[in-house]
Structure formats: structure tokens, C-alpha cells
Nanobody, 118 residues
Framework: QVQLVESGGGLVQAGGSLRLSCATS????????MGWFRQAPGKEREFVAG????????NYVESVKGRFTISRDNAKNTVYLQMNSLKPEDTAVYYCAAAGPGGAFGSWGQGTQVTVSS
């Protein structure tokens, strides 16, 4: 069974930074991409950022471009989300997810809370 374990969430003031980590039991060749999603209270889960394991290519939701950076360490099977210039609207539970060759995100972590105070 695939395991994805997030860490690094917490409480931070607006303008601050946090780095989320996602440790996975997946072997890199068995996963097509990794992604970060978030869900704020009363809202649907939304895609935040994604990275291709093989090529390292990345993509982001427009609202975090220039502030968030997704990266991966293939040797450690770990994906990171560096979040800078945080805003109160970034407050949410952040989830790590893995996609297989078909492209669908089918494996999920338990989530980590990020709270940004104004």
C-alpha cells in the first residue's frame, strides 16, 4: 500500500514562510507525478502544484505562482512545497497526492494544517 506522509504545517503570520514535506513509499518509476492540493473550510479541494518525477517539470495554480515552489528529492522519495509570502487565504489543509502513468491522482496523504494569521 502506498504511503504518503505530510509534515511541516503550522501557524504563521501573513508574509511568512513554511515548507511542507511529503515522504512517500512510492518508487519514483512507479509514479508519474506528485502534487499538492488544499482544502479550506467550506470549499472544495483544489490543485495547488504538481511535479513530474522524471522531468521535474512543474505547474501551479495561478494564485500561488511566484510564491510557492514544488520540488522533489528522488533519492529520498520526498516532495516539498516551499510557501513564501503566505496570505490568510492560503489557510487550508494541504494534501500530498501521487499520480500513476494514467495521470489521475489516486493516492493521498492524511493532510497537514496550514494557518496564516493576518
Amino acid at each position: 500500500q502506498v504511503q504518503l506522509v505530510e509534515s511541516g504545517g503550522g501557524l504563521v503570520q501573513a508574509g511568512g514562510s513554511l515548507r511542507l514535506s511529503c515522504a512517500t513509499s512510492l518508487r519514483t518509476f512507479s509514479s508519474y507525478a506528485m502534487g499538492w492540493f488544499r482544502q479550506a473550510p467550506g470549499k472544495e479541494r483544489e490543485f495547488v502544484a504538481g511535479i513530474n518525477w522524471s522531468t521535474g517539470s512543474t505547474n501551479y495554480v495561478e494564485s500561488v505562482k511566484g510564491r510557492f515552489t514544488i520540488s522533489r528529492d528522488n533519492a529520498k522519495n520526498t516532495v516539498y512545497l516551499q510557501m513564501n509570502s503566505l496570505k490568510p487565504e492560503d489557510t487550508a489543509v494541504y494534501y500530498c497526492a501521487a499520480a500513476g502513468p494514467g495521470g489521475a491522482f489516486g493516492s493521498w496523504g492524511q493532510g497537514t494544517q496550514v494557518t496564516v494569521s493576518s
